[in-house]
């Protein structure tokens, strides 16, 4: 043997993986090699330094904590934004509101997937609308208005260059899938959320009205299902969350979809391919008081920090104006897009 | 305070207190090793910050008679390798031998007789540099060595926590320290050198 072989054994010897013969061998070479000796006590050395390092704990930053807890609840405020009052309610009584609202978020890794149940699929859909510049709406105005029927919604006022999706359904779903909600309108340049120099958020100076979809599925096989549904939405380019299944005695899969608006339709209708439809309800959603009030909220912040003396309290301050700017972001970016949320429920 | 299992129990059902108190309690462990991997503060607080939500996330397929520690250092460590995966075009396996292509064994035998270079160095010193050749080493060979030098991982837990065999741990592990030691040894030689110009440049 020779020092190649000394150095494997050195790098054993701290884990007391050497046999008696190798120690015996190793201590007669480094008595007769320089080098290795000195390659064996760094090897000690080094072997008691990386030791001590693990000795003692690092302290997390002060606002590891904060940062966290709101990141994941500003998950649940964006899922629970976009699922309709009536939907909201559904979702309580099958004890899965939380669930849902709490959990993953584009995470499909997480998901444990089981055949037995029952599956609903939910799909919202948001429209950026212009309301004829109406001006900025003061928070606790007008707080979204329910569409129970696409028809409602093709003809809602303020709604311009709506039109019916006219693609045929390719999966035989009838109306279920035929995207008679108005399609989107880009938001007016002047009238959206808006980045002004600082790259702070500019009042919106009209309304933010969002359209919903919402379609349930019933399904045979969840995992299948689920497969088709991810498959379909990445075809269209959608943007693709998915939250865990539920297991209030039925299993539930929601998957939040963000798409282009001019994409929606086609979208809507294959996802037919994936399962019977139970349900489809339309809903605008108007998130201009929304929007508004976290935004004079998220400014309230932004100058209570310039004030503020105290480290701690600044520090606070910051983790909760990111939190809101990040909402804020969040909407600003859907503007424009549809936000498509499946439920499937395993039958 | 309540204890863990409580805790992760409650959090099982959406407790968002709960979990908050389990981030607390668990902060300082999964950040330390967050540090020991990314080897900044920026870039640990982003990685622990990922690692709680993806257990929030996974809470789920968490059993309570597992350490809850433990499981979330394999989700940080889940985190972390992800990440390095999609930043690195090209995976290269260092489970190898080494084979430095300039005869590592004779250099380390010209070094030593040159004198260790790295002898005279101060413990806080030493211990710097263990730190900063740690952030060369490969994303393999680093997180063998924290996991079971660091952390004091058993063979069998880093076996675990990588999905890979004893086998390859231990001969992951073997040539992690050798590269960490040729590593600290070149370093030191370079500090040598840097000193004794800056002598000459008087």
């Known amino acids: ?347 | 305070m309540q204890d863990t299992r409580t805790l992760v129990r409650k959090a099982q059902s959406n407790d968002m207190h709960a979990f908050e108190e389990l981030v607390g309690m668990y902060q300082n462990r999964v950040y330390s090793l967050c540090h020991h991997l990314a080897g900044n503060r920026d870039d640990a607080q982003d990685l622990a910050q990922e690692a709680f939500i993806r257990a929030y996330k996974a809470l789920g397929s968490f059993r309570n008679e597992a350490d809850f520690g433990t499981w979330l250092h394999r989700i940080t460590l889940n985190v972390w390798l992800n990440i390095k995966r999609k930043n690195s075009h090209k995976i290269v396996s260092l489970d190898e031998p080494y084979d430095s292509g300039d005869g590592s064994s004779m250099q380390r035998e010209v070094a030593a007789l040159d004198g260790d270079p790295l002898e005279a160095l101060e413990e806080k010193e030493f211990r710097g540099l263990v730190r900063s050749t740690l952030n060369t080493l490969s994303e393999e060979h680093r997180t063998v060595l924290v996991l079971r030098e660091i952390e004091g991982y058993s063979y069998e837990e880093v076996s675990r926590m990588l999905g890979c065999s004893l086998g390859t741990v231990k001969s992951r592990l073997s040539r992690a320290r050798e590269v960490l030691r040729r590593e600290m040894t070149e370093l030191g030689r370079q500090a040598n050198r840097d000193v004794a110009a800056a002598r000459e440049g008087r």
């Open chain 1, 1 to 347: 043997m020779d020092c190649r072989t000394a150095e494997m054994l050195i790098s054993l010897q701290p884990d007391d993986q050497l046999t008696i013969e190798e120690n015996a061998w190793l201590a007669v070479h480094i008595a007769n090699c320089r080098a290795c000796a000195s390659e064996q006590q760094l090897q000690e050395r080094l072997s008691r330094t990386l030791e001590d390092i693990g000795r003692f704990e690092l302290e997390a930053p002060a606002e590891l904590g904060s940062l966290v807890m709101n990141k994941l609840r500003s998950q649940r405020r964006s899922l629970l934004t976009y699922i309709p009052a009536t939907w909201r309610k559904a979702m309580a009584a099958a004890a899965a509101l939380l669930l849902i609202a709490g959990s993953s978020a584009g995470i499909t890794g997480f998901l444990k997937m089981a055949g037995g149940g029952k599956t609903v699929g939910l799909e919202t859909t948001p429209t950026i609308l212009s309301d004829g510049g109406s001006g900025y709406m003061a928070p606790g105005g007008s707080t979204g208005q329910s569409a129970p029927d696409s028809a409602a919604l093709s003809q809602g006022e303020g709604i311009s260059g709506g039109t019916p999706d006219n693609e045929p359904n390719t999966q035989g779903t009838e109306g279920a899938f035929k995207d008679a909600t108005p399609t989107a309108v880009a938001p007016d340049k002047s009238t959206s959320p808006s980045r002004i120099a600082g790259g702070e958020t500019a009042l919106l100076s009209s309304g933010m009205k969002v359209t919903s979809t919402v379609l349930k599925f019933a399904v045979n096989d969840l995992a299948s299902a689920r497969a088709k549904a991810v498959s379909i939405a990445a075809g269209f380019g959608a943007t693709n969350q998915i939250f865990p299944e539920q297991s209030s005695g039925r299993q539930i899969l929601v998957m939040r979809l963000t798409i282009r608006s001019d994409q929606a339709p086609g979208l809507i209708s294959n996802l037919g391919q994936v399962g019977s439809v139970v349900d489809r309800q339309d809903e605008i959603r108007d998130l201009t008081p929304l929007y508004n009030e976290t935004l004079v909220e998220y400014d309230d912040l932004l100058a209570r920090q310039s004030t503020v003396q105290d480290p701690e309290e600044q520090r606070k301050l910051e983790v909760q104006a990111a939190s809101y700017k990040q909402q804020l972001d969040a909407w600003a970016e859907e503007a424009g897009k549809r936000v498509i949320m499946v439920w499937l429920e395993g039958e």
